[in-house]
């Protein structure tokens, strides 16, 4: 083979040529040789080393610095035990915990991250097979670990496999800490330099004795566990779209009470192929059609599917003409929120030092219903992480009841610092036992909701412009709307401008600037003097720009849902055409 003749870049070339020379097996050679017949997918696979982000690596599998492969995790791990290492020096021992989804190759790279981190002599608690993300970051904190790992792509497609990189607090990486692992990882050249055998009698094998503690500890969030007893047979359909979510979320609605817990039996097997759905990402119609299906064949009461890594939600509730309704992560989060906020006020939990979180690409409807009741709302940049972060800069001081975002991640209870399926499932079940009580369905406690506080609507598009040249005018998009934003908005008046670049909230009114105490991100909000919405938020990885609406309109009747629905959909679309994206 040679790679002078090949038609890729230099870069692929320089990488390839160390993969060929390097310490890999012959088999990943071999592999490398036969892809010389395809310049393209050995340029795709070798022109750059695979990105370790702020929240850890996240790639197509395959062989190649730009792949998931044993060696890419490897190195990654031994930038991250470097790391650690060098925050915690004097630590007489440093801990980890690692789990695993049940993607194709996920075990095998759990096994290679407990390997480097044992050899660089961590103590290592290894989950015996798959487990949610959440019952990961609950292992982090229960075992004082200084790092965690969770090996996942999310709710990507089946060629994508990932790593997630934990703090000791549970959270997903923060900054500093985020940038200085890119740092440590990016001198990690090749896989001579990993430590990967030797530490073997550093691992520790954990399974049913953390499950049945994380369990526990999910059990007490339970608010009326009365009403679950008297509806116990609440009538739930359950998919976990092959993951993990079917190790814990029907054992944990059983220990609850819920007698009456239909799982999705085709889609109940682990199987990193995701063989009956397109993809399994609940936010999508497609993911969750088999469920809903089996919901109308037995008039189920509610409906709820996990990703794979169990850490969101997506949920589907049966309206009054029988059909059955796919609900955002917006509704979902605030009939959650409508519910356990109003049980801490009625069981009079709330003493007036409480808070919730959302991000600032969540609805406004939450923080309503939150400021109604006396409770304080946190908003923080979009990703968990940043949840994570306000409580631990609270902890101590304030009370967390729970938090969430728009894209179907919530978080009830501070045990766990991520997005938590297994706790949300429950909360959601408890909800329709509570629902019922009051002879409604979830639907109709949505319905009420919008009733009291107003019907919000959310919209999203999301703006893409290819290469080079699309990404500069993105950014020339963000400058123009810096330079000269929108003073009213399809006619409604701007009151009030938050750049959090700048750090600077403006009221346009009365001129007043305060200062926003967030990271700093390229991200632009607009609200009207009628409530509404708009936020301009730019990828900072690849040429795309989004747009999220929220607009808010009046329900005065139950009856009235479908038009005011409408109308506000109609709002989201003449919002667009007035800021000339459509």
Same mark, same amino acid.
């Given at each position: 083979m040679d790679i002078n003749t090949l038609n890729i870049d230099e870069s692929a070339k320089i990488n390839?040529?160390?993969?060929?020379?390097?310490?890999?097996?012959?088999?990943?050679?071999?592999?490398?040789?036969?892809?010389?017949?395809?310049?393209?997918?050995?340029?795709?696979?070798?022109?750059?080393?695979?990105?370790?982000?702020?929240?850890?690596?996240?790639?197509?599998?395959?062989?190649g610095t730009?792949?998931?492969?044993?060696?890419?995790?490897?190195?990654? =791990?031994? #930038?991250?035990? &470097?790391?650690?290492?060098?925050?915690?020096?004097?630590? !007489?021992?440093?801990?980890?915990? @690692?789990?695993?989804?049940?993607?194709?190759?996920?075990?095998?790279?759990?096994?290679?991250?407990?390997?480097?981190?044992?050899?660089?002599?961590?103590?290592?608690?290894?989950?015996?097979?798959m487990r949610p993300t959440p019952e990961l970051s609950f292992a982090v904190r229960h075992f004082h670990c200084h790092t965690g790992v969770m090996v996942t792509a999310s709710h990507n497609p089946k060629e994508y496999?990932?790593?997630k990189a934990y703090w000791s607090d549970g959270c997903q990486l923060t900054a500093p800490h985020d940038e200085a692992v890119i740092e440590e990882v990016l001198k990690i050249k090749s896989?001579?330099?990993?430590?990967? =055998?030797? #530490?073997?009698? &550093?691992?520790?094998?954990?399974?049913?004795?953390?499950? !049945?503690?994380?369990?526990?500890? @999910?059990?007490?969030?339970s608010l009326n566990p009365e009403l679950i007893k008297k509806h116990h047979d609440v009538k739930i359909v359950y998919t976990p779209l092959h993951g993990t979510g079917i190790t814990l979320i029907p054992r944990m609605l059983k220990q609850l009470g819920f007698t009456n817990v239909n799982v999705v039996e085709a889609q109940a097997v682990p199987d990193g192929n995701f063989p009956t759905t397109p993809s399994p990402n609940p936010e999508e119609k497609a993911a969750m059609s088999m469920a809903v299906e089996l919901a109308r064949k037995i008039d189920a009461d509610i409906v709820f599917a996990s990703d794979p890594d169990a850490d969101r939600v997506g949920v589907a509730v049966k309206r009054p003409d029988g059909e059955w309704m796919l609900l955002n992560g917006n509704q979902t989060m605030s009939v959650l929120l409508y519910y356990i906020l109003r049980q801490w006020k009625e069981k009079e939990m709330l003493t007036g030092n409480e808070?919730?979180?959302?991000?600032?690409?969540?609805?406004?409807?939450?923080?309503?219903?939150?400021?109604r009741l006396g409770v304080k709302v946190y908003d923080v940049l979009t990703g968990f992480k940043f949840i994570g972060a306000k409580i631990k800069e609270l902890e101590g001081i304030e009370t967390f009841i729970a938090g969430g975002e728009e894209s179907y991640g919530y978080m009830i209870g501070d045990f766990v610092r991520d997005k938590d399926a297994v706790a949300a499932c429950s909360m959601i079940a408890e909800m329709a036992a509570w629902a019922r009580e009051q002879g409604k369905t979830f639907f109709d406690v949505l319905v009420d909701i919008y009733r009291e506080y107003g019907f919000y609507k959310e919209g999203l598009l999301s703006v893409v412009r290819k290469g080079k040249s699309g990404a500069e005018e993105i950014q020339q998009m963000m400058r123009d709307y810096r330079s000269n934003p929108p003073q009213e908005i399809d006619g409604e008046k701007v009151v009030c401008i938050k750049d959090y670049q700048t750090h600077e909230s403006k009221d346009l009114i009365t001129g007043k600037v305060t200062k926003l105490d967030l990271p700093t991100s390229n991200v632009l909000q607009f609200f009207t003097d009628k409530g509404n919405k708009v936020t301009v938020r730019p990828s900072g990885t690849e040429p795309k720009i989004k747009f999220y609406f929220?607009?808010?309109?009046?329900?005065?009747?139950?009856?009235?849902?479908?038009?005011?629905?409408?109308?506000?959909?109609?709002?989201?679309?003449?919002?667009?055409?007035?800021?000339?994206?459509?």
């Open positions: 390839v040529k160390a993969w060929l020379e390097g310490e890999y097996d012959e088999a990943t050679k071999q592999a490398i040789r036969d892809m010389a017949a395809n310049p393209t997918e050995l340029n795709e696979s070798f022109y750059r080393h695979l990105e370790f982000g702020t929240g850890g690596l996240r790639g197509i599998m395959g062989v730009n792949r998931m492969n044993k060696y890419t995790v490897a190195m990654a =791990t031994q #930038g991250l035990a &470097n790391y650690v290492k060098k925050v915690n020096a004097g630590e !007489k021992e440093l801990r980890a915990a @690692v789990s695993h989804d049940s993607r194709n190759h996920s075990r095998e790279f759990a096994e290679i991250t407990a390997s480097v981190l044992a050899a660089n002599g961590y103590k290592v608690y290894l989950f015996d097979g496999n990932g790593y896989v001579g330099d990993v430590k990967m =055998t030797g #530490g073997e009698k &550093n691992i520790t094998i954990i399974g049913e004795d953390v499950d !049945k503690v994380y369990l526990q500890r @999910v059990e007490q969030n808070f919730i979180v959302k991000t600032i690409v969540t609805s406004e409807l939450p923080a309503d219903i939150a400021a929220g607009v808010k309109g009046e329900l005065p009747c139950p009856h009235c849902f479908d038009d005011v629905n409408a109308a506000l959909d109609a709002k989201i679309e003449a919002i667009k055409k007035s800021m000339k994206l459509c």
